[in-house]
T-cell receptor, first 107, second 114 residues
Framework: GQNIDQPTEMTATEGAIVQINCTYQ??????LFWYQQHAGEAPTFLSY????GLEEKGRFSSFLSRSKGYSYLLLKELQMKDSASYLC????????FGAGTTVTVRA | GAVVSQHPSWVICKSGTSVKIECRSL??????MFWYRQFPKQSLMLMAT?????????EQGVEKDKFLINHASLTLSTLTVTSAHPEDSSFYIC??????????FGSGTRLTVV
């Protein structure tokens, strides 16, 4: 099974940077996903890491350390529309989600 | 990219009735689909893994006789909530896996039982 931990809430100012940390414990590992979810909507894929290191995609980057069971999602140049819940999910033969981190971007 | 269609988007039903939710992979074959449930301000909780042509695998605490899953083809899985009660009101989301690292989500179904 999987045990996924991430902070419950984070608040940041428009234009700033926020880093959401995620730790995981898995019986098997087939990658670490990050999703964005707005209230009442399905999750939207942001990133996937299966090897150690940083993956950069525009304003969003994700990092993985398999030896430490650790990942983070970095959101740069925050915009108001980035206010959402960010879900860390570990994959073995299925996806298991953390509780999600609610990010609030303030003007 | 891969698309998963989920219907209906929302449904209101009377307590004691059954509701069927469909999940279709539109442009790929999904041998495995997943059904999640999400209560307000909580994360997605996996209910069951649906495998084409075989019985679904349910997570601990999920009643298989209440949440019937059928995966009769490589592009369609259905979840039927039987004898629904108000506590079953939730957001139900399906996901289809394409390959090892591709998970595509449906748009979700908001179920309200009155």
């Amino acid at each position: 099974g999987q045990n996924i931990d991430q902070p419950t809430e984070m608040t940041a100012t428009e234009g700033a940077i926020v880093q959401i940390n995620c730790t995981y414990q898995t019986s098997g590992f087939n990658g670490l996903f990050w999703y964005q979810q707005h209230a009442g909507e399905a999750p939207t894929f942001l990133s996937y890491n299966v090897l150690d290191g940083l993956e950069e995609k525009g304003r969003f980057s994700s990092f993985l350390s398999r030896s430490k069971g650790y990942s983070y999602l970095l959101l740069k140049e925050l915009q108001m529309k980035d206010s959402a819940s960010y879900l860390c999910a570990g994959a073995d033969y299925k996806l298991s989600f953390g509780a999600g981190t609610t990010v609030t971007v303030r003007a | 990219g891969a698309v998963v269609s989920q219907h209906p988007s929302w449904v209101i039903c009377k307590s004691g009735t059954s509701v069927k939710i469909e999940c279709r992979s539109l442009d790929f074959q999904a041998t495995t689909m997943f059904w999640y449930r999400q209560f307000p301000k909580q994360s997605l909780m996996l209910m069951a893994t649906s495998n084409e042509g075989s019985k679904a695998t349910y997570e601990q605490g999920v009643e298989k006789d209440k949440f019937l899953i059928n995966h009769a083809s490589l592009t369609l899985s259905t979840l039927t909530v039987t004898s629904a009660h108000p506590e079953d009101s939730s957001f139900y989301i399906c996901s289809a896996r394409e390959g090892l690292d591709g998970y595509t989500f449906g748009s979700g179904t908001r179920l309200t039982v009155v």
